[in-house]
């Protein structure tokens, strides 16, 4: 009922930038956090930052100053600014957001939906 669809992703020297973007589509009443998470070979996904429906953000240690989530809620969309980027920013890229669906029966529900992901990789 709800598909998130990723990108901006690609190959880039270390110090570089991409910019990733995820836009929500589907039965959407409402967006609630949504956020960027990653995981690289051999390791576990972890949280990269998020963004509440008000603005808030949050960032992991290692990409704070060097990263910016932002969010389009006109848009349904959050982005994901990434400078001086580092070889340990590889990883697969994924969107989450916490939705709030309404159903064909015009019932409201919340929910986490996640993109299919999108490859980064910095080269030294």
């Known amino acids: 009922q709800v598909q998130l669809v990723e990108s901006g992703g690609g190959l880039v020297q270390a110090g570089g930038s991409l910019r990733l973007s995820c836009v929500a589509s589907?039965?959407?009443?409402?967006?609630?956090?949504m956020g960027w998470y990653r995981q690289a070979p051999g390791k576990q996904r972890e949280l990269v930052a998020s963004?509440?429906?008000?603005?808030?953000?949050n960032y992991t240690d290692s990409v704070k100053g060097r990263f910016t989530i932002s969010r389009d809620n006109t848009k349904n969309s959050v982005y994901l600014q990434m400078n001086n980027l580092k070889p340990e920013d590889t990883a697969v890229y994924y969107c989450?957001?916490?939705?709030?669906?309404?159903?064909?029966?015009?019932?409201?529900?919340?929910?986490?939906?996640w993109g299919q992901g999108t490859q980064v990789t910095v080269s030294s």
């Open positions: 963004i509440t429906g008000g603005g808030k953000t």
């Open positions: 989450n957001a916490n939705v709030m669906v309404i159903s064909e029966e015009a019932r409201l529900y919340d929910d986490d939906y």
């Open positions: 589907g039965s959407i009443f409402s967006i609630n956090t």
